[in-house]
């Protein structure tokens, strides 16, 4: 079921024999093949555990007994290295068995001090053995396993809880191009809210827990130790040319063997924080109904911002309670694996849409609600519904109020440009959340609204350094150096718009020093992120003397002027 191959199992049913070599029925034959594979992988793990349990359980017996002394238990040499030959394949197997005894104990193993390890087992066995009561000595058979048990009992419960819930894949939505950018105020179909998990793979309705997103464990659910792990990431950067988080962005390029590592990795993982399958269930059922309660408030605030566009008095204020509440968030983590996080998200980004659009109406009057917005923890699945609810193109237009003499309109431009800031930082953290492919990021279209909101700043406060000092134009390029290493940085970077702002500061003969080397540093990692059709798009200076002729140049060609600043 988790596959999606329920109606070729029937289908299956119908087929003659003369059928077994259709495309399905190979693919169904792999799938079992890997399972197969996979549950023989744990079943030989839990007899290892169980051989070892048994064993240290009956030399303790035997100690009890007083027919063995504690140096004597079977592990007493299993640090013991041999350099070549059939005895070395030995001991390295009995390296293995000692670090999973050690992870039956509780003990810490040190791959570098084996035999430190050996003492701190043998301690272990003895105060075991001191103990042990008679009482105990004919308990059953999963009474002398306790580890293997609780394992057993762990495995059988997620494998129950995957019974009970369903792996849906999700719609991978496509990067917006650089031409959806300006801020629109059409409707939002659930096409263009973004995904609504953290993972770039799945999404869930009352679905698999948070476990599944875990790296593929190679040990078939059996909980990885250190040596295990080493090995798992040596296996993987050999096996796979692209870091693991990023192998699968896509249904087109996951396979069927992704899907059974991550369940594989969720039935063996963490037996002593599994939940069982009921306490589970009934969490996604308490996260569903807190799902529905928060679409139901939100479609109410979305009613009361449509009721304001009536009213005349009393409207801000109205918008800016609804704004102190919406800034909070959606908060879609409260709602893991309750099957509601795509229709709490889709009923947030509507509320925030219709919100800006009656703010737009009148950006100074609705400033407040504006700036509360701007604290709003968006993630990177509300990437398109800040591309279109138009938020900063408003704030464009506040920060342009800094061009007035007028001291209120200065200070609604001084706190619309610090609401900016605290927006762009938010922005800049998306490449640390995951969920999307690098190259999203580059081409979204928030890159452009930004960097049309910093160039038309850079614009007013150019204006103010030929008569007043500095000091805020090298405020505004230390904020662009700063996010320059990042992705949305680099995004903003190249936009031909900031690249024609910095060449004529770069270029201004007035300009100090100073200021100089900070326009000719963003240049710099500017200019090598444009292509050929970006450069064509630069404006330079009008005042060229410093450049060579077009005859030197050839044919004069935008790339080659723009070059030629930097040369």
């Known amino acids: 079921r988790h596959l999606n191959l329920v109606e070729l199992v029937h289908d299956m049913q119908l087929l003659k024999a ?45 100690v009890h007994q007083g027919e063995l002394h ?60 001191k103990s042990i009561e008679d009482a105990s000595v004919g308990d ?53 809210t973004g995904n609504s998990n953290s993972s770039p793979s799945f999404i869930r309705s009352l679905s698999a827990p948070d476990q599944l997103h875990k790296s593929i464990s190679v040990q078939e659910g059996i909980p990885d130790l250190p040596r295990l792990q080493r090995w798992r990431t040596a296996i993987q950067k050999k096996t796979h040319p692209f870091p693991v988080n990023e192998q699968y962005h896509g249904e087109e390029d996951r396979t ?20 069982t399958c009921s306490s589970f269930l009934l969490a996604a059922r308490m996260r569903n109904e807190r799902g529905r309660s928060r679409v139901e408030a939100l479609s109410h605030m979305k009613d009361m911002v449509s009721k304001c566009c009536q009213l005349s008095d009393h409207v801000p204020h109205l918008l800016t309670a609804v704004a102190s509440v919406i800034s909070q968030g959606p908060g879609v983590e409260e709602l893991a694996c309750g099957g509601m996080v795509s229709e709490v998200r889709d009923a947030f980004c509507g509320v925030v849409q219709a919100l800006l659009q009656r703010a737009a109406t009148n950006p100074v009057i609705f400033s407040n609600s504006v700036v509360l917005m701007c604290t709003c923890p968006f993630s990177w699945n509300e990437e398109r519904c800040l591309v279109r609810s138009g938020l900063l193109t408003l704030l464009d ?41 690098s190259d999203e990021i580059e081409w979204s279209g928030l890159a452009y609204q930004v960097s049309m909101l910093i160039t038309n700043y850079l614009t007013v406060v150019l204006k103010e350094t030929h008569r007043d000092d500095k000091d805020a134009l090298q405020y505004v390029l230390q904020l662009l150096q700063k996010i320059a290493r990042s992705e949305m940085g680099r995004a903003i970077l190249q936009q031909p718009c900031i690249a024609s702002t910095l060449l004529s500061i770069f270029l201004d003969s007035h300009a100090p ?55």
């Open 18 to 62: 003369s059928d077994n070599s259709s495309p399905d029925y190979n693919h169904l034959c792999e799938v079992m093949a890997e399972v197969f594979r996979r549950t023989d992988g744990l079943v030989r793990q839990l007899q290892s555990m169980v051989e070892l349990e048994l064993r240290w359980d009956q030399e303790l017996r035997d």
């Open 70 to 129: 504690p140096s004597m238990a079977f592990f007493n040499e299993h640090h013991l290295q041999e350099a070549s030959g059939y005895i070395s394949l030995i001991k390295g197997a009995k390296a293995k068995e000692l670090e999973l005894l050690c992870y039956l104990k509780d003990v810490k193993f040190d791959p570098i001090e084996q035999e430190k390890v050996v003492g701190d087992l043998i301690l272990k066995f003895e105060n075991e053995a």
């Open 140 to 192: 059953g058979l999963l009474a002398r396993m306790p580890k293997t048990r609780a394992l057993r009992h762990s495995v059988i419960e997620c494998a129950e809880l995957l019974c009970n819930v369903t792996i849906q894949l999700s719609e991978r939505k496509n990067p917006p191009g650089r031409s959806v950018s300006q801020g629109t105020f059409g409707s939002l179909t659930p096409e263009l």
């Open 256 to 275: 069927f063997v992704a899907t059974i590592n991550e369940i594989f990795a969720f039935i063996g993982s963490d037996p002593d924080t599994a939940e």
């Open 397 to 437: 237009k506040l920060c342009a109020l800094r061009r007035d003499r007028d001291a209120a309109s200065r200070k609604v431009s001084a706190m619309a440009w610090a609401s900016f800031q605290v927006l762009l930082n938010c922005l800049v953290e998306w490449e640390n959340d995951g969920g999307h492919r």
């Open 513 to 567: 020093p100073k200021l100089v080397l900070s326009a000719l540093g963003l240049c710099r990692v500017a200019l090598p992120l444009m292509t050929a059709e970006g450069c064509d798009e630069v404006a330079l200076p009008t005042s060229r003397s410093n450049l060579p002729s077009p005859d030197d140049l050839g044919k004069g060609t935008p790339v080659l002027e723009v070059a030629s600043l930097l040369l």
